[in-house]
T-cell receptor, first 116, second 113 residues
C-alpha cells in the first residue's frame, strides 16, 4: 500500500466553526507533513511530525492545531479560520526526515477547504 | 538560502512535441533533486528523482539529469501526450535543512491534440 489518504475531500466552514482534517498512511513511514497550497502556487510547509513528535512548526497561526495520535494518523484541527485560509491542504509522508535527503515524499490528494 | 527557479509557464504544446522545462537551483548543502507532477484536482506525485551529480532520473518517458556544474535539473520528454497536461514542480532537499523540501513555483503544461 503506497497511498496516503485524506478526508474529507472538500470542506466548507464558517469562521466560527471547528473542524478537523484527517490523513492516514500504512507504509510504515515515520515522518508526516502538512502543507498548504494556494492555487497555481507550490505547497508551503506547515508542520512536520517525526516519530509522532512535532519537529517543525513553520510559524503557523494557532488556529491550526496538528495532532499525531499514532504513527499512521495525522490530524489538523481547525478553529476560527479566516477566509484567506481557504486553500488545498496536503498531507504527505516519508520514511524519515532528519537523516536522509533521499527520502521522497508521498502526497495525499488533499482537502479543498473553503472558509466563508 | 536554498531556492529553485523554474521556467515560467504556461507552456502549451501539441501532442507528440518535445518538452523541456528548465529548473536551476541554489543550495547551501548537497541536495537531492526531484520533479513532482500535480494533475488537476489531485495532490503531488513524485515523477522522478536524482540524488547525486550526473544521476539521471527517469519515469513514464520523462528524464532529468542532475548537473552540478550548471546547478540544473531540466525535465525532458521526447513526445508529450494530452494526458501529460499538469503542473510540474521542481524541488530540492538537503540533509542539513531538517529534511525540508524547497519547491519551485511550478510550470503549467497544456498539451493539445
Amino acid at each position: 500500500d503506497t497511498e496516503v489518504t485524506q478526508t474529507p475531500k472538500h470542506l466548507v466552514m464558517g469562521m466560527t466553526n471547528k473542524k478537523s482534517l484527517k490523513c492516514e498512511q500504512h507504509m510504515g513511514h515515520r515522518a508526516m507533513y502538512w502543507y498548504k497550497q494556494k492555487a497555481k502556487k507550490p505547497p508551503e510547509l506547515m508542520f512536520v511530525y517525526s516519530y509522532e513528535k512535532l519537529s517543525i512548526n513553520e510559524s503557523v497561526p494557532s488556529r491550526f492545531s496538528p495532532e499525531c495520535p499514532n504513527s499512521s494518523l495525522l490530524n489538523l484541527h481547525l478553529h476560527a479560520l479566516q477566509p484567506e485560509d481557504s486553500a488545498l491542504y496536503l498531507c504527505a509522508s516519508s520514511q524519515d526526515w532528519a537523516l536522509s535527503s533521499y527520502n521522497e515524499q508521498f502526497f495525499g490528494p488533499g482537502t479543498r477547504l473553503t472558509v466563508l | 538560502g536554498d531556492s529553485v527557479t523554474q521556467m515560467e509557464g504556461p507552456v502549451t504544446l501539441s501532442e507528440e512535441a518535445f518538452l523541456t522545462i528548465n529548473c536551476t537551483y541554489t543550495a547551501t548543502g548537497y541536495p537531492s533533486l526531484f520533479w513532482y507532477v500535480q494533475y488537476p484536482g489531485e495532490g503531488l506525485q513524485l515523477l522522478l528523482k536524482a540524488t547525486k551529480a550526473d544521476d539521471k532520473g527517469s519515469n513514464k518517458g520523462f528524464e532529468a539529469t542532475y548537473r552540478k556544474e550548471t546547478t540544473s535539473f531540466h525535465l525532458e520528454k521526447g513526445s508529450v501526450q494530452v494526458s501529460d497536461s499538469a503542473v510540474y514542480f521542481c524541488a530540492l532537499k538537503i540533509n542539513t535543512n531538517a529534511g525540508k523540501s524547497t519547491f519551485g513555483d511550478g510550470t503549467t503544461l497544456t498539451v493539445k491534440p
